[in-house]
């Protein structure tokens, strides 16, 4: 009897410990529950401020640089000398070569990159995929300074040999560069946008008669589309803010011309020349920097917003 009151006793004290170390578990689980949301609330706000900081910081400089110089000159002017005597702030000849070399790069990056996506989704077997995707996105590890030099030391001299009247610095040479970087953002979306594309879809068009070049023209790629045009949309965003190799490999000639194969400078590579201190601060040049830089980043956030319309617009569902 003894032995079984024992035992009993026992018994309660483990059943009490274990309730005990329940109740302890489940407070620690709903405080962390608790604080979890209150941390990611937090850290949305981080960025929400970041972004307003952003915005007031080029909405101030680019208010007073417009104070001294006429919005309607900036926007219409062809010519920008900022450190002659008589300075002139037009911003054609920046939007002109921002603009030229990321057609060039899009020239570059679409055909390739859909081409890449097409054999990658529809025609490699899944042991090659696995090899040449993770390949393929190594491009996008690259630094663009890395790919700057290469424009200007092997591209161009290359180019020179093709393309008559070629200078050392021009826009062609880092456009097509830009486009080779672009390759991966390209070809890696618009592979996952026609991997998503049920197999379904594909054995029912097989099994009518098309062919796999049918099936990848007229039933892949149209359920895709959404995906597609949204890989293009952010590779021409990127493009449009690629500073290093437009910097190192189109020089810093302000021309307002369509002639690729001349000096041109881009909007982000007069922001790293005006920031490389030959601007003194309140001046104007130095203000001009802030209205180049406002006006980057509305093209930026126009076609991120593009693309977000086109992927919700056409999106297919499955």
Known sequence: M???????????VDVREMIEKNRQTKSLANLAEKLI???LLVIATVSILTTIGILYTLLHETIEFFSRIPIVDFFTGTVLKPLSQNPEFGVLPLLTGTLISTVIAMVVA???GLMTAIFLSEYA???LRR????M???????PTIVYGFFAFTFVTPLLRHVVPGLEATNILSPGIVMGIMIIPMVASLSEDAMSSVP???REGALALGATKLEVTTKVVIPAAISGIVASFVL?????IGETMIVTIASGSSKNFTFDVTQSMQTMTAYIVEVTGGDAPAGSTIYYSLYAVAMTLFVFTFLMNLLARYISRRFREEY
């Open 2 to 12: 003894n032995n079984n009151s024992e035992l009993n006793v026992r018994g309660a």
């Open 37 to 39: 949301p209150k941390c």
């Open 110 to 112: 679409i055909p390739i």
């Open 125 to 127: 077997s899944d042991r």
């Open 131 to 134: 090899t040449l995707k993770p």
């Open 136 to 142: 393929l996105e190594v491009l996008a590890g690259i």
């Open 199 to 201: 197999n379904a879809m």
């Open 235 to 239: 590779g021409f965003s990127r493009a």
